[in-house]
């Protein structure tokens, strides 16, 4: 039998559901019930209430957010390599450094974090709806991390004072894009459309015609009647863009855009993980219900 069989028919008798981010290779997005960001993807796990459990084919921050809130079913990460290094850059012990420097400033906090840095900050928010999350708050300032890209890129829109924290937190993936390439690409493409998430540096959001998170990326590919795109952001996306739109042509703004973290994620690990229920990731209390409230707190601002 084949793997990606051998796969389906666990899933079915262990009543499991697979999760895989925008990020995974094709053949993980292929086998997965669903496809989409780290946050979209644990509202959809909520959702199958016949679900035992979860595989979540991501990084560690994304399996935490869904065990904090699917707090009755088993999660698995089929690596327990996969680690975002932008999420390790903010530690407990910098946010509370920060809030003695603003105490009275409240602290937005990135999804892309350990569940022990969002048990310490005010609300969470996602690269999509951080400009709404941030524009909701009574407050002028904010305290933002990890991404510095992401903290510049809301204050822009908001006019709030954003501070990052830490000073200089970012991805190492989308840091690899720079507007040259874009520049080359244009030249053999000019009416290529140019999507840029907001994790790319300042220089890259400012050749970009269309900023946004993968989820945002998505739904403007498909309603946008251009094309071709030029895309900066992790080449994961391009598979389900490909996919769901087979009559436009998708462009990677840089070749060598691929996160390693979330690629360890292969079919073979999904089986073993499934087949031998390893790799659980659990959230102990206080920090599950702490992270919990700040995770809430982020769908009541946003009404979803
Ligand atoms: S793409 Fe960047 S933010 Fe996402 S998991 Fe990889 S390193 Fe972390």
Sequence with gaps: ME??????????EKKAVILAHNYQRSEVQDIADYVGDSVELSRKAMEEEDAEIIVFA?????AETAAILNPSKKVLLPSTGARCPMAQMLTVDEIKRWKVLYPLVPVVLYVNTLASAKAYCDVCCTSANAVDVIDALDAETVLFGPD???AEYVQEKTGKTVIPIPEHGFCPTHLLFHPEEVHVLKAQYPKAVVMVH???SAEMRRVADF?????????????NPEKTFIVATEEGLLHRLRKENPDKRFILAYEGAVCPNMKLNTLERIYLALKEEKHVITVPEPIASKARKALEKMFELTGH
């Design 3 to 12: 793997l990606t069989e051998k796969i389906l028919k666990l899933k079915r």
């Design 58 to 62: 991501a990084v560690d921050f994304m």
């Design 148 to 150: 510095r890209n992401l």
């Design 198 to 200: 907001p994790e790319c």
């Design 211 to 223: 900023i946004g998170s993968t989820s945002q990326m998505c739904r403007y590919a498909r309603e």
